[in-house]
């Protein structure tokens, strides 16, 4: 890997923590982290965003507290709003996918972001309602929904618009070569 890769994908995962710290706290605490993800894909594309986005959870599952609220360790990979966090993966991987297949573009941006966002509810829906379950608590995906999921969706795609924005225009910026 290049070092100007290296350190770009490491400033990206230092976005991330920043992103994670700037956090209001609900049973899934709201934060800047999805934008994060969105932004490190625009700005470093698919694979690289992907490895930023990898690091960080693993500087956070090392117990770096990277995580909201200056958390970090496996448990908080491995708690109820773990799956979340391990959705930001499948964001990132869902995005590098479609600009494999599909390649580069706004609307495969945009699209690619959204599904990615669907998977990473979908994903951490299911872990949360699972271990809220095992714990002795009685809820459906309805209600998990309802705590984790619609209160995030308009905020979420808010965030996706300011990194689309942002993404366009600092990408140019950073293809320059520099010398």
């Known amino acids: 890997m290049k070092t100007r890769n290296l350190v770009l994908t490491g400033i990206m995962a230092a976005l991330l923590t920043i992103c ?61 709003t773990g799956g979340y966090l391990l959705g930001f993966l499948l964001i990132a991987l869902v995005m590098w996918a479609a600009e494999a297949l599909l390649g580069k573009g706004p609307l495969v941006y945009l699209c690619s972001a959204v599904v990615g966002l669907a998977v990473c509810y979908l994903f951490g829906s299911v872990w949360y309602l699972y271990l809220y379950s095992a714990g002795g608590a009685s809820a459906d995906m309805l209600t998990v929904l309802g705590w984790c999921v619609f209160p995030f969706i308009v905020p979420d795609l808010i965030k996706l618009a300011l990194a689309f924005a942002l993404s366009r225009r600092l990408a140019p910026a950073l293809s320059r070569q520099r010398t």
Do not use: D
């Open 20 to 80: 994670a710290w700037i956090s209001i706290p609900t049973a899934v605490p709201f934060t800047l982290q999805t934008m994060g993800v969105f932004l490190a894909v625009g700005l470093l594309g698919g694979k690289l965003g992907s490895l930023a986005v990898g690091v960080y959870l693993l500087l956070g599952a090392v117990g770096l507290p990277v995580f909201s609220h200056f958390t970090g360790g496996i448990g908080a990979l491995v708690g109820t």
